[in-house]
């Protein structure tokens, strides 16, 4: 099986834009969670799509935004971009909700200047 | 809050040496996973282990939920061990939280 897939992997953007990344599970998969990694707050959990619907959702501002298709992919959107949002962006999927075995994919780096 | 704390946060060692990895958690935890993030980013699941042991080769974990903490052992490392190791566990409130890592630096 194909494992997690991510686009774009590399992104600069700059204050008050916005962007939009993509994550594609193993098929078969239904559960989609991102992610974001930083050295400083380390990694911490964003929110949590099942059957495109948003299961929980993290501590992060209304700016950060996402959506599950009916083929599983997800989309991850930040508006109003803020230097504090660059990180290493990571979704997983899963086969079951409840954050089961998650497999990640390789991330995308954004970066805000 | 919930918090996982790892041990020891850093650790170098010769090729060949063994390591034990540990996690230590606030609460009662309904999952937990460990991770090898490698030095290119990515996350892989090493093991899905709520409670108990398991084994894949040269690594195998413990979990003791009661006494809130879990045990990654590598045995025999290589270099290709080198990176961060996290676990990560669900509390009850539906989010994954992740521990603070450990990394682990193997010197051939």
């Known amino acids: 099986k194909a494992g997690v897939t991510q686009t774009p992997r590399y992104l600069i953007k700059t204050r008050g834009q916005q962007v939009t990344l993509s994550c594609s599970p193993i098929s078969g998969h239904r559960s989609v969670s991102w992610y974001q990694q930083t050295p400083g707050q380390g990694l911490q959990f964003l929110f949590e799509?099942?059957?495109?619907?948003?299961?929980n959702k993290g501590n992060f501002p209304g700016r950060f935004s996402g959506r599950q298709f009916s083929n599983s992919r997800s989309e991850m959107n930040v508006s109003t971009l803020e230097l504090g949002d660059s990180a290493l962006y990571l979704c997983?999927?899963?086969?079951?909700?409840?954050?089961?075995?998650?497999?990640f994919g390789p991330g995308t780096r954004l970066t805000v200047t | 809050g919930i918090q996982v704390e790892q041990s020891p946060p850093d650790l170098i060692l010769q090729e060949g040496a063994n390591s034990t990895l540990r996690c230590n958690f606030s609460d009662s935890v309904n999952n937990l996973q460990w991770f090898h993030q490698n030095p290119w980013g990515q996350l892989i699941n090493l093991f899905y282990i709520p409670s108990g042991t398991k084994q894949n080769g040269r690594l195998s974990a413990t979990t003791v939920a009661t006494e809130r903490y879990s045990l990654l052992y590598i045995s025999s490392s290589q270099t290709t061990d080198s990176g961060v190791y996290f676990c990560?566990?669900?509390?009850?409130?539906?989010?994954?939280?992740f521990g603070t890592g450990t990394r682990l630096t193997i010197i051939p």
């Open positions: 799509y099942f059957s495109e619907t948003q299961r």
């Open positions: 997983a999927s899963s086969p079951r909700t409840g954050f089961g075995e998650q497999y």
């Open positions: 990560a566990g669900e509390f009850g409130n539906e989010k994954l939280t």
